[in-house]
């Protein structure tokens, strides 16, 4: 990709996928890289991710980097006001804000590299992601190993007991799943089955 990277201006790269398939290892990377390069970096992930700690971006193998926490993304705008490169964790948790406000930043000639789950447990587009996607100069997908059958897994099968959309967890309350093991969940209470979601009908 570098040989491809343009000049002069900003732009966005997401990397998307299920659980467990590396997002957060390859922001790093490439944050690191930055780093390297003597770029200015900023770093942030948005505070209803507090797994593995709140002062880093901590991958599911422990690889970890510097990072602050927002609650709106607006705070990105004080956070990246001197920064070359912005790179933002967990992107699905901070609110549809954050799609005008990367575009503000690249516009300003910064690059903006995101990490994110690209559809929830019920195998649903996770917003923002798609329209970031739709944005995007960049698109990394990524996919995880099923834990049935060991063929690539593109899916993030709940089995805890968590109710809602957001239920923040590791391996004791999501596995990844490709298409065929994965197991769509019951409809919530009150409202019909989605595209995808299996009824009782």
Same mark, same amino acid.
């Given at each position: 990709?570098?040989?491809?990277?343009?000049?002069?201006?900003?732009?966005?790269?997401? =990397?998307?996928?299920?659980?467990? +398939? !590396? #997002?957060?290892?390859?922001?790093?990377?490439?944050?690191?890289? /930055?780093?390297?390069?003597?770029?200015?970096?900023?770093?942030? #992930?948005?505070?209803?991710?507090?797994? @593995?700690?709140?002062? %880093?971006?901590? +991958? %599911?193998?422990?690889?970890?980097?510097?990072?602050?926490?927002?609650? %709106?993304?607006?705070?990105?705008?004080?956070?990246? &006001?001197? &920064?070359?490169?912005?790179?933002?964790?967990?992107?699905?948790?901070?609110?549809?804000?954050?799609?005008?406000?990367?575009?503000?930043? &690249?516009?300003?000639? #910064?690059?903006?590299?995101? &990490?994110?789950?690209?559809?929830?447990?019920? *195998?649903? $587009?996770?917003?923002?992601?798609?329209?970031?996607?739709?944005?995007?100069?960049? =698109?990394?997908?990524?996919?995880?190993?099923?834990?049935?059958?060991?063929? $690539? *897994?593109?899916?993030?099968?709940?089995? !805890?007991? /968590?109710? !809602?959309? =957001? /239920?923040?967890?590791?391996?004791?309350?999501?596995? /990844?799943?490709?298409?065929?093991? @994965?197991?769509?969940?019951? $409809?919530?209470?009150?409202?019909? $089955?989605?595209?995808?979601?299996?009824?009782? !009908?």
């Amino acid at each position: 990709m570098s040989r491809d990277m343009p000049r002069d201006t900003g732009w966005i790269e997401v =990397i998307c996928g299920p659980m467990f +398939s !590396g #997002k957060t290892e390859e922001l790093i990377r490439r944050l690191r890289r /930055a780093q390297i390069a003597r770029q200015k970096v900023a770093i942030v #992930k948005p505070v209803t991710d507090v797994r @593995y700690g709140s002062a %880093h971006i901590i +991958s %599911h193998n422990q690889q970890k980097i510097p990072s602050s926490v927002i609650k %709106h993304s607006s705070e990105l705008l004080r956070i990246a &006001a001197e &920064a070359q490169v912005i790179g933002i964790d967990e992107v699905q948790f901070l609110d549809e804000g954050v799609v005008e406000i990367c575009e503000r930043l &690249a516009n300003a000639g #910064k690059r903006i590299i995101i &990490a994110g789950l690209d559809q929830d447990y019920r *195998a649903r $587009p996770f917003e923002p992601v798609p329209q970031l996607l739709a944005m995007a100069e960049y =698109i990394t997908k990524t996919l995880a190993i099923c834990v049935r059958c060991g063929n $690539p *897994a593109n899916r993030t099968q709940r089995v !805890g007991t /968590a109710t !809602g959309r =957001i /239920a923040v967890g590791s391996s004791d309350l999501y596995e /990844a799943r490709c298409r065929r093991c @994965y197991e769509p969940p019951e $409809p919530e209470e009150g409202r019909p $089955p989605q595209q995808g979601e299996e009824s009782d !009908g």
